[in-house]
């Protein structure tokens, strides 16, 4: 072969190549890059609404303390000796009053101890959040970010063309397909943990009420108020990891609201009342036992509400898996065309 016809081989492949590798590099970094993006947004927001829950659960709670305080006070009060309570203890009166008085004591003890409990709980969560949000991946995510914007931005004004606009679409629809099955994972786990914690409740209603029908046919009186009040009181571990599953699982439904697509929208009344509509209440409703029935209807209703959302979430799951699929064969085909 004559030396000047090496000028005439068609390098066009090769170059061809180098441009695609270079492009699959570009997508790689811009992929994970977005990925950190996304997870701090997430992370910063999830630490402003735990922020917001601790500074209310903190004030619920020491407005608790003061009220349990008082109630303490009148039960000692009525246990001291005085004319009007030898009176009171004569006719038959003492008895119901102090009843009275320590079911109204151990109903505020239960509220304190819970809210106590979600304080701690919440303080561990914002800690959490804290240092995962000041972990390496986050540090410089903002300069790492606009320093790649503008590599990239150099890299098409050189190699733009129609292929590279249809990839780098279907780069950005795959990092929110991958945002938005990655929430939906997280909240669908969440939302198994509290079925079980829910469940676990329910069990414990269901033996509060057995104890209740003792109520019934003895007629009161301080030993089964005793037996009511241990029943609760061992019940509430349990009540607790429940309340605490419907928050996470709340926080978890939150952020694939954030994610969410037109066609996918979770209705918001549908979360954001699941602690109000059955636990605000539930220490109170346990000391009559028509109230635990009427209690364990409402619970159930949130059961149903929670399995409701977690079948939406499964099949919109699957759509998005399905999705993934589509988007890796339209880039292998491009790529390989």
């Known amino acids: 072969m004559h030396e000047n016809d090496e000028s005439l081989l068609d390098t066009t492949p090769y170059k061809k190549k180098g441009v695609i590798n270079m492009r699959q590099d570009i997508q790689m970094r811009q992929n994970s890059l977005q990925e950190k993006r996304v997870n701090q947004r997430r992370l910063r927001k999830r630490l402003e609404q735990t922020s917001e829950k601790l500074l209310t659960m903190k004030q619920k709670r020491d407005q608790l303390h003061r ?37 109204e004591a151990a109903e505020v003890e239960l509220k304190y101890n819970e809210a106590e409990k979600n304080v701690l709980d919440l303080t561990a969560e914002v800690e959490d959040l804290r240092n995962e949000l000041e972990k390496p991946d986050f540090m410089h ?63 414990k209603l269901d033996s509060a009420e057995g104890i209740s029908m003792w109520d019934t046919f003895l007629g009161g009186g301080i030993f089964v108020s005793a037996l009511k009040y241990s029943e609760i009181n061992s019940s509430d571990d349990h009540v607790h990891q429940a309340q605490r599953a419907l928050r996470l699982y709340e ?40 109230r635990i029935t009427y209690g364990k209807k409402k619970l159930h ?26 988007l890796d064969q339209q880039q292998d085909d491009i790529i390989m065309s």
């Open 251 to 290: 926080t978890e439904l939150m952020d694939v609201q954030d994610a969410a697509t037109d066609s996918f929208q979770v209705n918001k009344n549908d979360i954001f009342t699941f602690t109000d509509v059955f636990f605000d209440n539930i220490f109170s409703d346990w000391m009559v036992h028509t």
């Open 67 to 103: 009220q349990l305080t008082k109630e303490q006070q009148d039960v000692v009060k009525l246990g001291k000796f005085s004319f009007a309570n030898k009176i009171s203890e004569w006719t038959g009166r003492w008895d119901e009053k102090m009843k009275k008085e320590i079911e």
């Open 141 to 203: 995510i903002a300069e790492d970010w606009e320093d790649f914007l503008k590599e990239k931005e150099s890299w098409i004004r050189l190699n733009d063309s129609v292929a590279n606009q249809t990839l780098q679409k279907i780069s950005d629809d795959r990092v929110r397909v991958y945002s938005m099955l990655r929430e939906i994972g997280e909240a669908f786990e969440a939302g198994e943990k509290a079925e079980r914690a829910l469940a676990g409740a329910m069990k």
């Open 301 to 326: 209703a949130v059961m149903q509400d929670v399995r409701r959302i977690q079948d939406r979430l499964a099949r919109k799951r699957a759509a998005l898996e399905e999705e993934i699929r589509r």
